[in-house]
Each structure stands twice: as structure tokens, then as C-alpha cells.
């Protein structure tokens, strides 16, 4: 028959399969996935059909023994399970989808199976792709379902780890489907729900699809057409997103990342959109249909908002304004700063000379005490990384130590008249508000000589009569950029 081969095309074209794969087929015991069942069997694929009870009617048993039956009859083993979702909270329609999936993953992980797929249909199809229209998607959503997709990240069900879902029949209409179970003699049960309006999706198949025909008879074939022309738009901006994610987003810890502001606002506003869905999905996988307002509102606060200044956004996300970077965040979560020098302890700790003090993040301070030779002191004098700094030792009196900011810190700049509060010179180098705290300060006494990394106090310079220095070098994580 004709869809046979039709089902086989669009298997190879879409590299759903291999030839003779062992797969789960989830059937309903309607005519799209007994249709699928027999196009897989009769195109050899090892098939184990597995059906899950819902129990919301009262014919839902006798459906699962005709599924049970139509398996048996195809020589194939059927595994059928149960589930009662009418007392747990949400939408009907989404617990019932996401307790199916579940299913299907346990059975094919408890078989070493590792693709899954369904009958969902071109009908389908169009009934997605407006759904998502009406509430307002972008080419993400607008393209519809994906005749492959990964299951790796589905949030609430660890057993899809690894798992394919395959969609074989997308291009096969459900009058197709209908005529196929007629012409081989199989009768399909009826799902009496899918006439029941209170459902969106059948609101959409009987009312709004119909209507919609009458103003363009063509409307199924537009919108499957818009479905694949949105699909290509939004792999290409996936591919951007790729393509620029590790110089704009990092990771500042668990539950917690980091977006680079000038380099973000130098995208399109396309990719702006596409890289904040991105950050969101990967810190809140569960959420679905996120809306417009709440991906324009945080571009917005990217944009304009001051630093320091908060927004809640979706799923209690939070996110941080820090100058030069906006940080999106679990409420509470622990923030980690890996390419700024950061201590390891709130503690004052005393300095060894020499030695090496180990901050956090693998970031480590060298200290050694050496007379100053003239090439050395030529090197030093004119060093300008901000890693390396020598100290007269005639000028410090008493042992150096290691500290956070505390309230009231000032430091003589090098070459600089009067005495800058260290708040102060933290905030000009657009450090972050929670990386302030833990930044390290190399003291002695009450004076601070060294804002680690950043400037060095004009107290401890070297000048001409300086004969002996204790020299102290900020040495990033071995591997990390330079």
C-alpha cells in the first residue's frame, strides 16, 4: 500500500529509525496509532505495544483488552498499565499527556528500548501549530511537533534519560489513517473525549479548524506549510544560540548564570529573545509556553535597570542587576564568582613570606621576599597587570594578612592624592555586589596595601632607596583563560 511506503520515506528522510529497531508504540486503540502499529510491523520493525488506562471512562478497560487483543494478533507482546490522575491538581489534559510519556518511558527503560513513538498525525499537526498561535508562541513553537525529539531533559520523568520519541505519521492526514485500519480490517475504538468541548484541542478540530475552512479551504495544508517553514527559522537561531552561548551566558554556581550585558545587548533582538528562552529552560526545564511579556520585560531590565536592582520573572526566577552582568538565579541560590580571585574564609589569615595562600576556585597568591636588583626593579615599577604587586618592605610594619572588605576600608591609591574607600574602588571596577564580599585584601595592621587583583596602595611603593621587596603574584586556575 501506498502509505507504507509513504511512512517508510519519511522514516529514512527524518533518520528516525534503523532498519529492524526495537522500539515502545503507543497505542490508544484509534485509528492513528493502529495505523502506526501496522505500517512498523509491516516494515519490520520490533515492536512491543504498550497502552495506558486512564481510567477517566467507563470503557477504558475494554479498550485495553482490544489493544491487548489487536497486539495478540499480531504476534507482538503488549504491556498495559493503569493510572488515576482525577485527584491530583492542573489541567486534565496535561496530567493525562505527562502520566502517558511517563509510561512509555518506563516500559522502553525497562527493556533496554531506547525510541518511543506515537501516532500523531498532519491533523495533529495543524491543531498544535494553531494552539501555539493563539497563545501568542515564536518560531520555536509555531513550527509545532518535531518528527524526532530527545526526551533527555523532560523534567518529572527520569526514566526518559536517553529516550527518542519519533512521530512517524506527521505527514499522514487522520482521514488517511482512517481509510488505512478500514482497508486491512482492523475497527478502531472511538474516544468518546475527543468530543467533548470543554478540551481545547477539540474545540480547535471541530469548531475554529472548520470555520477557519471556510475562509480558506487550503487552511490544514497553510498552516502544516508555516509549521515547517518556522521550524527551519528556529533551527537556525538554535544554531546561534550555540554559536554564541559560552561568550555570553556563564556559570556563576548551581541553579545560577550569568549573562554578559554588552555583549548580549549587541545581539539582534531575535537572538536576545531566543538565548533568554534558552537560560530560562535550562534553570526552569519544567516550564512550557513562556510567555512574550515576560522575555520583553527581562530585555528591558537588562537594558535600563541600575545596578543592584531585582526582578522576579517566571517561576520564581530571579534576576540580579551587577553592571556588566545580569544574573538569573534560584531565589537563595550560592553564587560562584570562578574568574574573580574570591577567599576561601571570611577569616583573617596571616601571610607567609614566602609561600602560597590558595583562594577560592583554584586561584592561589605566590609570595617571596627578594633584594631588588635593577632589572627586577625595572620589571616591577612598570608592571601594569594588576597580578603582581612588591611592596618596600621598610614600609610594612606589621605581618601581612588576608581579609574581606570591612566597613570603613580606604587605600591611598598608587600615584594618587588622598584616600579612596574600597567600596568605592570595587564598585568603579563594576565588581558584583555578592562577589564584594569575599574579595581579597592583602593588609597590614589596619592598612590595606592590596585590593588583590585591582590596585595596590601608594603607601608601599617602591622607590629609589628600596633595596628589599616581599613580591606577591595572583595566579589564576590552572587552564583558565589568561
Not at 530560562?280 to 519544567?286: D, E, F, Q, V
Not at 589569615?349 to 592561589?364: D, H, K, M, N
Request: net charge neutral.
Amino acid at each position: 500500500m501506498e502509505i507504507y511506503q509513504r511512512v517508510a520515506d519519511f522514516i529514512s528522510r527524518e533518520r528516525l529509525l534503523e532498519p529492524g529497531q526495537q522500539l515502545i508504540v503507543g497505542v490508544s486503540g484509534g485509528p492513528d496509532s493502529l495505523c502506526l502499529l501496522d505500517c512498523l510491523y509491516r516494515l519490520g520493525y520490533q515492536v512491543l505495544v504498550a497502552h495506558l488506562d486512564h481510567q477517566l471512562r467507563p470503557d477504558s478497560t475494554e479498550e485495553a483488552r482490544f489493544v491487548q487483543q489487536v497486539a495478540q494478533s499480531y504476534g507482538l507482546e503488549s504491556l498495559v498499565g493503569r493510572a488515576d490522575i482525577v485527584g491530583s491538581s492542573g489541567s486534565l489534559e496535561e496530567k493525562a499527556r505527562f502520566t502517558r510519556y511517563r509510561f512509555l518511558a518506563r516500559s522502553a527503560k525497562e527493556r533496554g528500548f531506547h525510541h518511543i513513538a506515537t501516532g500523531h498525525t498532519a491533523d495533529d499537526q495543524v491543531e498544535t501549530i494553531l494552539m501555539h498561535f493563539l497563545r501568542g508562541a515564536g518560531p520555536s513553537g509555531l513550527r509545532g511537533m518535531l518528527p524526532l525529539t530527545r526526551m533527555d531533559d523532560w523534567v518529572g520523568i527520569p526514566e526518559a534519560e536517553g529516550m527518542i520519541l519519533i512521530r512517524p505519521l506527521l505527514e499522514i492526514t487522520r482521514d488517511q489513517t482512517q481509510a488505512h485500519c478500514a482497508a486491512i480490517g482492523l475497527e478502531p475504538k472511538e474516544d468518546m473525549s475527543n468530543l467533548d468541548m470543554s478540551f481545547t484541542r477539540n474545540r480547535l478540530r471541530h469548531q475554529l479548524i472548520p470555520l477557519l475552512e471556510t475562509y480558506n479551504p487550503g487552511i490544514r495544508r497553510v498552516l502544516r506549510r508555516t509549521g515547517k517553514v518556522m521550524a527551519g527559522e528556529a533551527e537556525l537561531v538554535a544554531h546561534l544560540v550555540t554559536d554564541r552561548w559560552a561568550s555570553i551566558i556563564h556559570s556563576r554556581g548551581e541553579s545560577v548564570l550569568a549573562l554578559d550585558v554588552p555583549l548580549f545587548l549587541e545581539q539582534p533582538v531575535a537572538l536576545q529573545r531566543a538565548l533568554l528562552r534558552e537560560v530560562i529552560a535550562r534553570l526552569r526545564p519544567s516550564l512550557r509556553d513562556i510567555g512574550f511579556e515576560i522575555i520583553e520585560d527581562a530585555i528591558k531590565f537588562i537594558a535600563k535597570s541600575k545596578r543592584g536592582n531585582r526582578l522576579t520573572i517566571v517561576g520564581e526566577l530571579e534576576m540580579l542587576h551587577c553592571a556588566e552582568e545580569v544574573l538569573l538565579q534560584d531565589p537563595g541560590a550560592s553564587i560562584e564568582f570562578q574568574h574573580y580571585p574570591q577567599l576561601l574564609s571570611v577569616k583573617e589569615e596571616t601571610i607567609s613570606v614566602p609561600g602560597q595562600f590558595q583562594l577560592a576556585y583554584g586561584w592561589t597568591l605566590e609570595t617571596a621576599s627578594t633584594q631588588l636588583a635593577s632589572t627586577t626593579r625595572a620589571e616591577l615599577m612598570t608592571e601594569t597587570s594588576g597580578r603582581v604587586v612588591a611592596f618596600d618592605e621598610r614600609s610594612i610594619g606589621a605581618p601581612l594578612s588576608l581579609r574581606p572588605l570591612v566597613p570603613g576600608d580606604r587605600i591611598r591609591l598608587l600615584g594618587m592624592e588622598g584616600r579612596t574607600k574600597v567600596s568605592d574602588l570595587l564598585v568603579n571596577h563594576h565588581i558584583p555586589k555578592p562577589a564584594r564580599s569575599r574579595w581579597p585584601l592583602v593588609v597590614s595592621g589596619d592598612h590595606v596595601l592590596w585590593v588583590v587583583g585591582l590596585r595596590m596602595s601608594h603607601d608601599a611603593r617602591i622607590i629609589e632607596a628600596t633595596q628589599k621587596v616581599t613580591v606577591i603574584r595572583l595566579k589564576r586556575p590552572q587552564g583558565s583563560d589568561k
